[in-house]
């Protein structure tokens, strides 16, 4: 059983991290380009990963309710980023797609917010870059079986 001083290191470790990681992400989410909000972007990074998926589908894994799904996906449609197709089995379901525009969107943005990170990266020693290469790994590993 761990200390009352260990549990302690572990919530401050946690709670440095979480403003870490929060700053981090805003900063990232600054980089991108104004045309789309951050829901808007989230759902169109979740559509391009997932392929063609219904509304009901995309708002359980963007964890929205359907009716805000649909005013985001509007607003994705009305940019030209992405497109509902009527299902060729149920003609009763929709799903939508990422357009070639909104692929090209999504490298854009990818591309400018790994740039700026790339940038700040720079900055720090090798051994400092090392730490940074082992904490992605350690992140990632936090945040399997999350999705």
């Given amino acids: 059983m761990k200390s009352p001083d260990a549990l302690l290191e572990d919530a401050d470790l946690a709670a440095r991290l979480r403003l870490a990681v929060t700053r981090l992400a805003r900063r990232l989410r600054q980089q991108a380009e104004g045309e789309v909000t951050p829901s808007q ?3 169109l990074s979740s559509v391009d990963r997932l392929g063609p998926v219904t509304l009901g589908d ?4 963007e964890r929205v309710q359907p009716p805000s799904m649909t ?3 509007a607003g994705l449609e009305e940019a030209g980023l992405v497109v509902r197709k009527i ?3 149920d003609r009763r379901v929709a ?6 525009a909104g692929q090209r969107f999504l490298e854009r943005s990818r591309g400018r917010k790994t740039a700026y990170l790339a940038a ?5 020693s090798a051994e400092d870059r090392a730490v940074l290469a082992r904490a992605a790994i350690l992140l990632e590993q ?4 999350e999705e």
């Fill in 71 to 73: 005013r985001i996906v």
């Fill in 120 to 124: 700040r990266v720079r900055t720090l």
């Fill in 142 to 145: 936090l945040l399997e079986g």
């Fill in 41 to 43: 972007l989230s759902a």
């Fill in 87 to 89: 299902d060729e089995r």
């Fill in 95 to 100: 799903r939508v797609e990422t357009t070639v």
């Fill in 58 to 61: 995309l708002a359980a894994v």
